[in-house]
């Protein structure tokens, strides 16, 4: 049993945990101020961007790719939930080359073939990936169902709805048709760009944390976090389905 420094424990496990529920507040904001952010939008002047230029542009798609990734909330929430207990690299590889690939194949098929999906539907179903990666996480499957699902296959799945979150919003911007199909490319190479970046960030935060001897003690509150996060994604998207 772990003993608490001075007389007042209450205090102390808020003070630990106060990292976590700065966190946790910082999303919640986030999420209520900017719901943008959480539907795959891109910025208006992006957008803007988008619809009027024609012709191949790889470096200016390669550019918003990566900016769209390294700022998607939804996307960094479940790629911190996939690597949270993953400490080696061929592992954290794997994992990620899954999301990749499902993400990149339905966000190019998607817009190619013109293939749209109601984006807050889709956004709701992402945000559920949230939800089902913490739970996990806290190993909720074995105790309610006596076995682990599949998390290779949990992964790639969920990689193809987040691609159609994104396809469905590009459709909505109307591309240009001249230049298309490399611009489409460059643009999933800037999100796999955007994607190393936002996952080299997260591994070296991991990393410092995971030496602290607080790691284990605050690993079930920062999952719990993440999952309040998700629900909270979950119901705005469903609001919004229903009174849009």
Do not use: C
């Not at 798609?61 to 949270?84: E, P, Q, R």
């Not at 190479?189 to 190393?196: N, R």
């Amino acid at each position: 049993m772990h003993s608490f420094p001075g007389s007042d424990p209450g205090r102390f496990l808020v003070r630990s945990n106060r990292p976590l529920l700065l966190l946790l507040l910082f999303i919640t904001l986030l999420l209520i101020g900017m719901p943008d952010a959480f539907a795959h939008a891109v910025a208006e002047g992006d957008k803007g961007y988008i619809q009027e230029i024609t012709g191949v542009n790889l470096i200016a798609f390669m550019y918003l790719g990566a900016k769209h990734m390294v700022t998607g909330y939804d996307h960094l929430l479940f790629l911190l939930g996939v690597i949270f207990f993953l400490y080696r690299m061929k592992h954290i590889a794997i994992y990620v080359s899954l999301f990749a690939v499902g993400h990149s194949l339905t966000m190019l098929l998607g817009v190619y073939f013109n293939i749209g999906i109601n984006s807050y539907i889709i956004d709701a179903i992402i945000g559920l990936s949230v939800v089902y990666k913490a739970l996990d996480n806290l190993g909720a499957y074995q105790r309610w169902f006596g076995f682990q699902p599949n998390t290779k296959a949990a992964t790639l799945i969920f990689g193809l709805f987040h691609g159609f979150g994104l396809s469905s919003k590009i459709i909505e911007y109307d591309i240009s048709p001249d230049g298309l199909v490399p611009n489409l490319l460059a643009f999933n190479i800037g999100v796999e760009v955007g994607q190393l970046i936002a996952l080299a960030m997260i591994l070296i935060a991991m990393s410092f944390w995971r030496k602290t001897d607080g790691f284990f003690r605050h690993a079930y509150t920062a999952n719990v976090a993440m999952m309040g996060a998700g629900f909270l994604l979950i119901g705005y998207q469903l609001t919004g389905y229903f009174i849009a």
